[in-house]
Nanobody
């Protein structure tokens, strides 16, 4: 059973930055497309960003385009999400998941059913 972990959450002021990492103890992330999703209180989980296996394809939700950057930390076997210009509405629990190969949707379409092996999540709070 593949299991991801997401260290790196915390409290940050509006306009600040935070970096999340998605780690994979015991296996390499090189072979998988990975997505970041988030869930705010009272809301459904929504897609944030995704990166393909080789890194050639990245996708972002409109709400984070231009502020968030996803990348592969190959040396550390992580998928990193750099979050800049954070807003209160970015407050949520952030999860990473592995994209299943058994989907006909385009690579890195931010659709929750296309991802599994979720980590336990990490809280990000943007507040003054």
């Amino acid at each position: 059973q593949l299991q991801l972990v997401e260290p790196g959450g915390g409290l940050v002021q509006p306009g600040g930055s935070l970096r999340l990492s998605c780690a994979a103890p015991g296996f390499t992330l090189d072979y998988y497309a990975i997505g970041w999703f988030r869930q705010a209180p009272g809301k459904e989980r929504e897609g944030v960003s995704c990166i393909s296996k080789g890194g050639s394809t990245t996708t972002y939700a409109d709400s984070v385009q231009g502020r968030f950057t996803i990348s592969r930390g190959n040396a550390n076997n992580t998928i990193d999400l750099q979050m800049n210009s954070l807003r209160p509405e970015d407050t949520a629990v952030y999860y990473c998941g592995i994209r299943t190969p058994f989907t006909s949707r385009p690579m890195c379409a931010l659709m929750e059913p296309d991802f599994d092996s979720w980590g336990q999540g990490t809280q990000v709070t943007v507040s003054s």
